[in-house]
């Protein structure tokens, strides 16, 4: 979410307006906005916001699938330009953004689980991914809370995470000391001209901000802003995440001091490590629309699959339980940049890699808002891909901005 006061008068100007307060629209917002671009983000609460309910792993060493290997190389850019990144949010936001890098280890529950995660050895290899292979005892070394069962791993020192909702906070602040402005309001529909060129949104509070381009950011929300062609902007689903936070009591330190993934006869789970003590435990993936109730089997499965791995989690204090909806795109690939409506630009369908491709896909969304197109790293995911032809350039000019907002 991006808050701020109303709008000071009925219309505002900017160069850039983004609709969208998560990591993406702010990634874009304050890249842009360091990029000399006037921006004013639209953002209002949703619930079951992926941002702020994500894990934040950064681990395309134990994500790599068959099938993916474009968007693992992609990723694997958008990770290592994490640190600069981090360092240049926490210098212009005054906040830490809640970056680890422990590192991760991957874990099997058994002999086939093992075998599974070694048959990706040759992707990660392909991939230029480097991983370490792990006995039994040798990830209980690392991670002594592990059950005695589980049978051998992998360690990947180059995968890491951070903290997205302490990320959003600090791209927030960073956003705003570079000029953005933020508007705490719902966009009722996006505004073309005569010409069929973006040029601005309407707001639900009837007040209207004109830019030079758009960008539309909002996550599984996106597709239902009115006013946008038809075939722009395919359909985004979403898919459903349940999740629970832990604390061990007192605020010791947190079970694992790494991100463990595992596998277990199959099944997935994770265990994040935050710095204030808490476990992020997760994830479902349910194809079940606009459904945000938690439920008793969702939690029931994380909880089990995460007890066999390290039966300590039984013991812990659960401190919130959180459910996201991911936006997943028709071929599971980010949309960026320029669509085939002069003007208007999309930073959406990131499916699990919201946090992990933050980096990539603001410094990608602010070059396509400088020079009107995409950097070659990320040309494949380019959103007019979408409507099936060429991206309209995306050339608007600069203008002058209106008085700032107070963003709260």
Not at 71 to 93: C, G, H, N, T
Not at 304 to 329: I, Q, Y
Request: hydrophobic fraction near 40%.
């Amino acid at each position: 979410m991006c808050a701020a006061t109303d709008l000071s008068s009925s219309q505002r100007t900017a160069d850039v307006v983004v609709v969208g307060g998560g990591l993406i629209g702010l990634a874009t917002a304050w890249r842009a906005a360091r990029a000399g671009l006037s921006v004013t983000v639209v953002a209002e609460p949703v619930e079951g916001s992926a941002s702020t309910v994500a894990a934040g792993m950064l681990t395309p060493a134990t994500e790599a699938s068959f099938g993916e290997e474009a968007l693992m190389r992609f990723a694997v850019l958008s990770r290592d330009r994490y640190p600069s990144f981090v360092a240049e949010l926490e210098e212009d936001s005054g906040l830490a953004a809640g970056y680890r890098a422990e590192g991760t280890l991957q874990v099997a529950f058994d002999s086939d689980d093992m075998a599974r995660l070694g048959h990706l050895g040759e992707l990660r290899e392909r991939l230029g991914l480097s991983t370490e292979r792990l006995t039994g005892r040798e990830c209980r070394r690392l991670e002594p809370m592990l059950a005695p069962s589980v049978r051998g791993g992998y360690l990947a020192s180059d995968d890491h995470s951070v903290d997205p909702r302490a990320l959003l906070e600090a791209m927030r602040a960073a956003a705003e000391r570079r000029g953005a402005v933020g508007v705490r309001d719902r966009v009722r529909r996006l505004v073309l001209d005569g010409g069929g060129r973006a040029r601005g949104v309407v707001l639900d509070s009837g007040n209207e901000v004109s830019a030079g381009q758009v960008v539309l950011a909002a996550g599984v929300a996106t597709p239902a802003i009115a006013g946008i062609p038809e075939g722009v902007v395919p359909p985004l689903r979403p898919v459903k995440g349940q999740l629970l936070r832990l604390r061990t009591p007192g605020g010791e330190d947190p079970i694992v001091a790494r991100t463990v993934r595992g596998l277990v006869k199959g099944s997935p789970v994770y265990l994040v490590p935050r710095g204030s003590g808490e476990v992020v435990l997760g994830a479902t993936q349910e194809e079940q629309g606009f459904d945000t109730r938690l439920t008793a089997g969702g939690l029931w499965q994380v909880l089990r699959d995460a007890h066999e791995l390290v039966p300590g989690v039984s013991e812990l204090e659960v401190a919130e339980t959180c459910v996201g909806l991911r936006p997943g795109s028709p071929d599971n690939e980010p949309l960026l940049g320029p669509t085939a409506v002069p003007g208007l630009h999309l930073a959406a369908g990131h499916f699990r890699h919201g946090v992990l491709l933050a980096p990539a896909t603001g410094d990608a969304m602010a070059e396509a808002l400088t020079t009107g197109a995409l950097p070659d790293y990320a040309r494949r995911f380019a959103a007019v891909r979408a409507a099936g032809g060429p991206p309209a350039t995306a050339d608007g000019g600069r203008t002058e901005g209106g008085e700032q907002d107070q963003w709260m």
